[in-house]
């Protein structure tokens, strides 16, 4: 790693009060130098893309741009604070700092078992004209996308009321709008239709992460990350400006429910969460360059991560002997929990005592046969039970509960981020894993505290949606981070094939995986009548290396990930039949046994289409012609040998 410019002495920061607040915020124990230039520019270290950071006239834009064509136009930015204070409308540089990273490292699961963190940053730091106040900019140009971040460098307090940051996009772009846990609906930037309520933020709103496609074939994913301390960023469509979306941050928690937060306080120096842009040249790199979120959250924070492990989860019937039953079939079918739902305790929404099983349930029996079978048990909570979360989490450390699914976590404003994050922290100190479902966003916290291993935040297949909502999705939701999407296979509630079903597993990123919806084990008694028991016995959840192979956004997907030696492909198709041609050239050297499951003959629906199992060899020099049905999908096993 090359550290910044060394300036000369007579352009040594006078200000020693900005550049301490600079090292206390662990952003560097450099001495910066004055900017001589109006703009600056970073570029990733390949080259292909970049964003540059300019002062007119004393106002703040940025633009981005990948392999010479623009991503983002010149858009505004800066803060806005309470008593109407713009931090990047009449400002001048003070100083300025660059410098590249190059590095690897190791996530405690992920995509991939080695992240590349490899960038060029650029910093300002600013002067408010008005009121004196210093602040300063950060810029990173990655080759998978772009980001920034405000920071304030003053020691104190500030209170933000918004940001000034702008998104305008060229002209024929289209951006993939979905509000709390609605489908995505692809409009104008411009044309986000108008949402909420008296309780809620209103107005032409959507949430991230957000995609756009340009009528280039680049594609963008809007997001967020290391957002501490901090509301939700939405963005809104602007009036009279059809091309560009403004920030807006959250005053409600996101249906409604809590005190109204329309300004956030925070102690000085302070820096606001990355706004950035994870870019592709085609929509299949778009999936494949999602680490960027990762990247640029802060690192680990615990020095054991061994009890965290991920893994795949049958949701169990409110008695006994359901939990007892659905341990013998997760150590039969290769899964790692069982989780006990909303109602275990109590009705979920009068209950405010999650330290009681039902009389149906008896926890500790469960939890000792799963122990003894190596299968963790996960239990639901409701807030309302969560008055006290460290007596709540320590004592199911002390029944050996392995984790813990937070109902109806709707985040927003600031005070819902502390919450949440103050949680997974608890949740840490009692090694409990954390699943938050219901409207709330990832923001890379999971590279921080592995713990928080899974979240919704995504309208899901519970709702038996459409096969091209599913095929939106990695484009979408799942580039921000983990999704809980449970796996709906063998529903005749599905809109799906069982294969596209199937497919899931490999295509979606969910290191924490709910499989076989609501059933009993009892369903799957005759594993003959269902092919696609193997493929969900085998795969893992958490992976070595992952390939993105073909894709376009609400249209197909194809993905390959590898766990050791063995690959598992995924591809899914919308509405429409299609056959892709899948060149097979990631594989190593040496034979490979393709067992694969496809579509048979479709039927009167997509969910009465057959599976068909069949094997045959195939080298990396092979081309597989995937076959799909409508709402189809094909799921692949390579094995080495």
């Excluded at 410098?99 to 996530?107: A, E, F, L, M």
Aim: include cysteine; charged fraction near 15%; glycine fraction near 10%.
């Amino acid at each position: 790693m090359s550290g910044p410019q060394e300036p000369s002495r007579r352009r040594v920061l006078k200000g020693a009060a900005v550049a301490a607040a600079t090292a206390a915020l662990g952003i560097g124990s450099t001495y910066p130098s004055e900017a001589s230039d109006p703009s600056v520019t970073a570029t990733s270290p390949d080259g292909t893309t970049s964003i540059t950071m300019s002062l007119t006239g004393g106002s703040l834009q940025w633009s981005a741009r990948r392999k010479g064509a623009t991503v983002v136009a010149g858009s505004a930015m800066g803060l806005r604070l309470s008593d109407g204070t713009t931090l990047g409308t009449g400002a001048v540089l003070t100083n300025y700092q660059h410098w590249h990273v190059d590095r690897t490292w190791n996530p405690v699961y992920g995509r991939n078992a080695t992240v590349l963190d490899a960038y060029q940053e650029m910093r300002w730091n600013l002067r408010d004209k008005r009121t004196s106040i210093n602040f300063g900019v950060q810029i990173r140009a990655y080759a998978t996308g772009v980001a920034f971040r405000y920071v304030l460098l003053d020691s104190g307090t500030a209170t933000i009321a918004g940001e000034l940051t702008t998104f305008a996009f060229p002209d024929g772009t289209l951006v993939y709008s979905a509000r709390d846990e609605d489908d995505y609906n692809p409009v104008a930037p411009g044309s986000i239709p108008p949402t909420g309520t008296s309780s809620t933020d209103s107005g032409p709103l959507t949430d991230l992460p957000l995609t756009a496609t340009y009528s280039g074939g680049l594609i963008a994913c809007v997001c967020e990350s290391d957002r501490v301390n901090y509301p939700r960023l939405t963005l809104s469509s602007v009036f009279g400006q059809p091309n560009t979306l403004a920030a807006y941050l959250m005053q409600h928690t996101a249906r409604g429910s809590g005190t109204a937060q329309t300004t956030s306080t925070v102690s000085t120096p302070f820096a606001t969460p990355w706004r950035a842009v994870v870019i592709g040249s085609t929509h299949a790199e778009l999936i494949d360059n999602a680490d960027l979120v990762l990247n640029l959250a802060p690192a680990g924070a615990l020095a054991d991560t061994s009890w965290i492990r991920p893994g795949k989860v049958f949701r169990c019937n409110l008695t006994t002997a359901d939990g007892l039953a659905g341990v013998d079939f997760a150590a039969a079918r290769g899964l790692q929990y069982i989780e006990y739902d909303s109602g275990w305790y109590g009705p979920e929404h009068t209950s405010t005592d999650a330290t009681q099983p039902i009389s149906a349930i008896d926890l500790p029996k469960v939890i000792s046969h799963a122990t003894g079978k190596g299968i963790g048990v996960l239990l639901y909570v409701n807030p309302m039970a969560l008055s006290s979360p460290d007596s709540l989490f320590a004592l199911y450390q002390r029944w050996g509960v392995a984790g813990v699914k937070l109902g109806f976590i709707n985040d927003g404003t600031q005070a819902m981020t502390n919450r949440i994050t103050a949680w997974v922290r608890t949740a840490a100190r009692y090694k409990l894993l954390i699943d938050t479902h219901d409207d709330v966003r990832p923001f890379g916290y999971e590279r921080t505290y592995p713990n928080w291993i899974s979240l919704e935040g995504v309208r899901g297949n519970e709702h038996f949606p459409t096969a091209t909502h599913n095929v939106t999705l990695p484009f979408t939701r799942n580039i921000g981070g983990p999704m809980d999407y449970t796996i709906c296979y063998g529903q005749s509630r599905d809109r799906t094939t069982n294969a596209h079903q199937m497919a899931m597993a490999a295509v979606y990123y969910q290191p924490l995986e709910f499989l076989y919806w609501y059933d009993a084990p009892s369903k799957y008694s005759t594993p003959s009548n269902w092919p696609g028991l193997p493929w969900f016995d085998a795969i893992p959840t958490v992976w070595d290396q992952s390939r993105t192979l073909a894709g376009a956004i609400g249209e197909y997907i194809a993905v390959a990930r590898r766990s050791g030696t063995t690959w598992y492909l995924g591809a899914m198709t919308n509405e429409t039949a299609r056959t892709l041609s899948v060149p097979l050239s990631f594989l190593g050297s040496g034979t490979y046994t393709a067992t694969i499951y496809a579509d048979g003959t479709p039927g009167s629906s997509p969910y009465q289409t057959p599976v068909v199992v069949s094997t045959r060899t195939v080298t990396s020099s092979t081309t597989l012609s995937v076959a799909m049905a409508p709402a189809g999908g094909q799921a692949v096993v390579l094995t080495q040998g």
